[in-house]
């Protein structure tokens, strides 16, 4: 899998619609959770593609930049095809150099995580930093790696 960072205005239409169309098939009909998936931070946010050597979308996150030198990873998903590979893995740790390249100042890096995924994130560092809340009814919890 290859990696890229793409700003919203560089997105190639195609592109546009097969992060789409992948972000809506798993956070909107896979986890059966009716919400606004498209929003307005897609416009400022870095999009992070992991793509084969054909250019299939196999991996997705958005990458922004906060205030008080954090940054944000969402939108973190695997195509349901390519999962079982560690493609996650390498989808994270992507994410968290290419902020660390991005946003060279950034201290911490801020996820809203699935709470059934604490442990994968806390694999990487992240601690938790508030109980967990729903959020479209799915269990949540901040959290955040120190860099």
């Avoid at 349901?80 to 994270?92: E, I, K, S, T, W």
Wanted: hydrophobic share 40%; net charge negative.
């Amino acid at each position: 899998m290859n990696f890229k960072v793409v700003t919203f205005t560089a997105l190639t239409p195609q592109q546009l619609y097969t992060i789409y169309h992948l972000r809506v098939a798993v956070f909107v009909v896979e986890q059966t959770c009716a919400y606004q998936e498209v929003d307005d931070l897609d416009l400022t946010a870095e999009h992070l593609l992991g793509v084969d050597a054909d250019g299939r979308l196999m991996a997705y996150a958005r990458l922004m930049q906060a205030p008080n030198q954090q940054a944000r990873i969402g939108r973190v998903l695997v195509n349901p095809a390519d999962r079982g590979h560690g493609y996650g893995q390498l989808l994270v740790q992507t994410a968290i150099e290419q902020i660390q390249q991005l946003w060279p100042e950034t201290t911490q890096i801020k996820i809203q995580a699935q709470h059934y995924l604490d442990q994968f994130y806390q694999s990487f560092g992240f601690k938790p930093v508030s109980s967990v809340y729903l959020e479209d009814d799915i269990p949540h919890q901040d959290m955040i790696l120190a860099l």
